[in-house]
């Protein structure tokens, strides 16, 4: 089993919908949960982290951290085409050095 | 402002070559530093990180190596390339300190072994 398990996709969605991108993980040490954005042939992009649990929300982001169902979430609202790209979930233990992410879910969002 | 460097940009060797990729990170000191590869349509593989000059732990165990000359390089090398080191290298630098989180990648560097 990985430790961190994100749906590939790909995800296609109506430009103005609400996207919910999810990760699952089975290592209860982590302790940081993060999201990033890549685009196509770049390096990828932090676009928001939670501290231990709970939701956090950065405009038109929310990230949504469940410890007790070990599963992360990152809701975009009124989604753009510029918002298409490939969104990774990453995660870290308190004092660790190696981040583990997701395979990454490639998000089309259609004009 | 946090900047890292990573060249070149894009790189195709052949098979046996040897390979040298440089980081060097600007705006912080002492950063946590790693490198990535992506193969094309994955996710992140974690190679290499470093935590201080000269500490290298290896997560992998092939024909790569890594070097941290100084604080701020992070250099990835191979004496002889094979056809399956294909792919997106990157290099990044992390910052984490009582439940504060940063993390840059750079550009990174598309590699094409034939």
């Known amino acids: 089993q990985k430790e961190v398990e994100q749906d590939p996709g790909p995800l296609s969605v109506p430009e103005g919908a609400i996207v919910s991108l999810n990760c699952t993980y089975s290592?209860?040490?982590?302790?940081?949960f993060m999201w990033y954005r890549q685009y196509s042939r770049k390096g990828p992009e932090l676009l928001m982290y939670?501290?231990?649990?709970g939701n956090k929300e950065d405009g038109r982001f929310t990230a949504q951290v469940d410890k007790s169902s070990k599963y992360i979430s990152l809701f975009i609202r009124d989604s753009q085409p510029s918002d298409s790209a490939t969104y990774l979930c990453?995660?870290?233990?308190?004092?660790?050095?190696?981040?583990?992410f997701g395979a990454g879910t490639r998000l089309f969002v259609k004009a | 402002s946090q900047t890292i460097h990573q060249w070149p940009a894009t790189l195709v060797q052949p098979v046996g070559s040897p390979l040298s990729l440089e980081c060097t990170v600007e705006g912080t000191s002492n950063p946590n530093l790693y490198w990535y590869r992506q193969a094309a349509g994955r996710g992140l593989q974690l190679l290499f990180y470093?935590?201080?000059?000269?500490?290298i732990s290896s997560e992998v165990p092939q024909n790569l190596s890594a070097s941290r000359p100084q604080d701020r390089q992070f250099i990835l090398s191979s004496k002889k390339l094979l056809l399956s080191d294909s792919g997106f290298y990157l290099c990044?630098?992390?910052?984490?300190?009582?439940?504060?989180?940063?993390?840059?990648f750079g550009p990174g560097t598309r590699l094409t072994v034939t």
């Open positions: 470093s935590v201080g000059i000269g500490q």
């Open positions: 290592n209860s040490a982590f302790q940081y």
């Open positions: 939670t501290y231990s649990s």
């Open positions: 990044a630098w992390s910052v984490t300190s009582g439940g504060t989180y940063e993390q840059y």
């Open positions: 990453a995660m870290l233990p308190r004092g660790g050095f190696k981040t583990i």
